[in-house]
């Protein structure tokens, strides 16, 4: 099995990770209890490794040292590392995420071996 990444792009602004207190307790609910039963799914599978929503407050680090960085709504607003026997084992896999449904998209990046 190999690694991948899946990173969660776009979908109903209103269920971002920093907006869901804002919004109905019912569209809080379908959106919760659709990504704990698709996570629960690639769980079960033991395809899953790790996954986390994203906060959009944050550092910038280069070389003119750190500033606060906002990142926007077009950038990701969530990840998962899972196990897969290929890319496109792990791209049939993306295609049952709860933001495809939502209008957003997720891209599937093989993961490189530490050298």
Known sequence: MKKYMLTFFGGNMELRYNNLDKTDKEAQTKHAAAWGAW???????????VG???ESDGKRIDQNGTTEHHFSDITEGGFIVMQAESLEEASMIAKGSPI????GYVLVRPCGEMK
């Open 39 to 49: 996570m629960a799914k690639l769980m079960k599978a033991k395809n899953l490794e």
């Open 52 to 54: 986390y929503p994203l």
């Open 100 to 103: 495809i449904k939502n209008g």
